[in-house]
């Protein structure tokens, strides 16, 4: 199982990405999908995270009402968009997946997650 996480790149505040988590080897069914991210000096910290088949989400305070996570079941791709983008949101993003997972099941902690994407990196300048 391999995620591939992409769409990072370099953006002034107030503008907007889509981060792309791509999953081979593997379907998404009945998993976690979560966006971590960890900025210079600090440590990783919960994102966004989304039921992959009952489709309910969960977000850390400091991101609710700027991103959204999804995904796109047929092309076995998670996404989270990332709106009004502040240079605290600078950052590598990391998406991770749990499976075997109960229904509607949402998990923050990253120790609940199995498999990890290589991060792709947010640059928010001011």
């Known amino acids: 199982v391999q995620l591939q996480a992409s769409g990072g790149g370099l953006v002034q505040a107030g503008d907007y990405l889509r981060l792309s988590c791509v999953g081979s080897?593997?379907?998404?069914?009945?998993?976690?999908l979560g966006w971590f991210r960890q900025a210079p000096g600090k440590e990783r910290e919960f994102v966004a995270a989304?039921?992959?088949?009952?489709?309910?989400?969960t977000y850390a305070d400091s991101v609710k009402g700027r991103f959204t996570v999804d995904r796109d079941k047929a092309r076995n791709t998670g996404y989270l968009q990332m709106n009004a983008l502040k240079p605290e949101d600078t950052a590598v993003y990391y998406c991770?997946?749990?499976?075997?997972?109960?229904?509607?099941?949402?998990?923050?902690?990253?120790?609940?997650?199995?498999?990890w994407g290589q991060g792709t990196l947010v640059t928010v300048s001011s």
């Open positions: 080897g593997r379907r998404f069914s009945n998993s976690i």
């Open positions: 991770a997946a749990r499976w075997g997972v109960r229904w509607g099941v949402v998990s923050t902690s990253d120790s609940e997650y199995d498999y």
């Open positions: 989304i039921s992959w088949s009952a489709g309910s989400t």
